[in-house]
């Protein structure tokens, strides 16, 4: 059967650049932080939130030896798109050049749902179709656009108008980004807000996954081209009960198992505020043999703090720390490039790769 509105070409390139994104052994820095948001980490190290700070940071990320062994993508903000090295090429062009798929962020942010509600829709519809355009003749191959669904046992939440709110909306975006080219990564995050155990996480994130891929199916949304971006399943932040790693695969691979199809291209987890250290063990966890046999979809990293974190903190804004920072962060892509398949050893850690990342309401 063919798609609406996609010719074979089409489905032949999304998928081999879907496929391109999750290769063994490689997956995504996310490094789209919105200047608004960002600025809660330069303030952490005492940085000025200036665009050619932001450029600067960018840069040395981009730039780390050999990263492209780790790194298969990068999603980039508008701005950081818009941008170039001190040698004037443009930030897509330079990943373009050394063989890392260069993405766009683009979704606008969250607004409130209904009133007196703290759920959240997302912006970014406006003139949708003509920014994929332009970023796909720019460079950009592949997409991001965050939902988020928050769970509140009190208020019953998150409710079911806003998980079909944010399920539709992700498959109307991804369908647009597929008629130009770009492969959608759809990101239904169930933050981990709250003091919720890791059973209630699992329920919800399979109600938001069904409902996803129900949409994605009413959409017509190619799911070879396509790439999803859930959370892990844990215990809320504030959970009484702390579980093992054991228990957070086990957990997650069951809820993917029984809502996301096998012909989907993979399957790229964000860290949402676990530790550096944690978010590359669970991914670990994941892709050990025993789970292996158990579902049909590479499993790998799209993260944004668990990559960043020593990095910048090692940077500190100053160009003479620069070689240290890129050193921290190639330290953090190869064990998760490690992770990705089951091989990361955990000898190789350290104090700092232990501290919580968590952000309460965590914005991007
Ligand atoms: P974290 O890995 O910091 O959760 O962010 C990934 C991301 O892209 C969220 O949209």
Redesign the pocket.
Known sequence: MTYVNLDVSHQIMLKKNAEFIVQQGKGIL?A?ESPSSIIKRFNSIGIENTAEQRRIYRQLLFTAPDIQQYISGI?MHEETFNQSNDSSISFPMMLTQIGILPGIKLDRGLESLTINTNETTTLGFDDLEKRCEDFFNRGARFA?W?CVLRINKLKNQPTEVAILNNAIILARYASICQTKGLVPIV?P?VIPDGDHDINICQRVTEKVLATTFKALSDYDVYLEGCLL?PNMVTPGQEAKKKVKSTDIALATITALNRTCPPALAGIVF????QSEEDATINLNELNKTFYQSKRPWPLTF?????LQASALKAWSGKRENESNAQQNFLKRAMANAAASKGEYDEKYTNDEAKKN?YVVG?N?
């Open positions: 996310a789209d999603i991001k965050r990101e995050e971006k964000l860290s949402g505020g799209s993260y944004g703090r668990a990342l965590h991007y």
